[in-house]
């Protein structure tokens, strides 16, 4: 069973950068499309950024495209998350996801069948 460990959280300043990563052990997730949630307290967790299983697809949510950018290395079973001009209303803890296919089909957490733990990313001056 493959897990996903997540890191590279922890505090920013508004306008700050982070960049996440997700690497996968225990088996390949390398032929998967992955994604990123995050999730704040007493809300559902929400889709931010996902990528195709060879790295050509990405697609994004509206509050993040043009901050944010997804990327992979398959050879590094690794995935990231490069974000950018972060503000408060980014605070909140971010998921990695592998999804169920190679490609990006929907943006439902019903795609996910593995998750990350979750990494903690607070914006904040």
């Known amino acids: 069973q493959v897990q996903l460990i997540e890191s590279g959280g922890g505090l920013a300043q508004p306008g700050g950068s982070l960049r996440l990563s997700c690497a996968a052990s225990?088996?390949?997730?390398?032929?998967?499309?992955a994604a990123w949630f995050r999730q704040t307290p007493g809300k559902e967790r929400r889709f931010v950024a996902a990528?195709?299983?060879?790295?050509?697809?990405?697609v994004y949510d509206d509050f993040v495209r043009g901050r944010f950018t997804i990327s992979r290395d398959n050879s590094k079973n690794t995935v990231y998350l490069q974000m950018n001009t972060l503000s408060a209303e980014d605070t909140a803890v971010y998921y990695c996801?592998?999804?169920?296919?190679?490609?990006?089909?929907?943006?439902?957490?019903?795609?996910?069948?593995?998750w990350g733990k979750g990494t903690l990313v607070t914006v904040s001056s």
């Open positions: 996801a592998r999804l169920k296919g190679p490609t990006v089909t929907t943006r439902s957490t019903d795609y996910v069948d593995v």
């Open positions: 225990g088996e390949s997730f390398r032929y998967n499309a």
């Open positions: 990528i195709g299983w060879q790295g050509s697809v990405t």
